[in-house]
């Protein structure tokens, strides 16, 4: 198909269809990093162009999360900042990525959860959602417990934190 223009097509006469002067082909895949994917043939990356592309900007995640799960838009904030502080400054790791950030609004919206990590339902979701991510960045071999991803939430969603009162001035 794509290097001699002709589509096989048993049902066609002569068993063949030609192809449009101008037919283009668009395929997307996942990096071979990924579970379930394996690496493309020498043969096919022969004949393709690749673009590589990185995760959106943070207003355009921020964008399709809010349009994707119908969560209010100061929520979403909350859910993508978290997701793109955990996928790293460089943004070169692959996880979280932007499914998993529509995931946890989704969840959030019909749980009716607010986005904190004081709310222990809120902690459990984004455990679940994106606690395999975490490995992204955590020190050592070990897996990081809940208990460390709750803290890397707090630390990472500052408005959360626990704060000191005051002492007062006398």
């Not at 097509?9 to 037919?23: C, I, K, L």
């Not at 979280?96 to 607010?114: C, E, F, G, K, Y």
């Amino acid at each position: 198909l794509l290097e001699e223009g002709l589509l096989h097509a048993p049902s066609a006469p002569g068993g063949y269809v030609r192809v449009h002067p101008h037919f283009r082909i668009i395929l997307t895949s996942n990096p071979a990093e990924y579970a379930g994917t394996h690496k493309a043939q020498d043969a096919l990356l022969d004949r393709l162009i690749t673009i590589r592309c990185s995760h959106y900007d943070a207003e355009t995640e921020l964008g399709i999360v809010i349009a994707s799960s119908g969560i209010d838009p100061e929520r979403a904030k909350k859910i993508v900042d978290l997701v793109r502080a955990l996928r790293g400054e460089d943004g070169e790791e692959h996880l979280p990525s932007i499914r998993s950030a529509i995931a946890l609004a989704r969840v959030t919206v019909q749980t009716d959860v607010p986005t904190s990590a004081k709310n222990e339902l809120f902690v459990d979701m984004a455990w679940d959602l994106l606690g395999q991510s975490v490995e992204n960045i955590a020190d050592g071999e070990q897996p990081v417990t809940r208990d460390e991803f709750r803290a890397l939430i707090e630390e990472l969603m500052p408005e959360v934190r626990t704060r000191r009162p005051r002492k007062q001035v006398a």
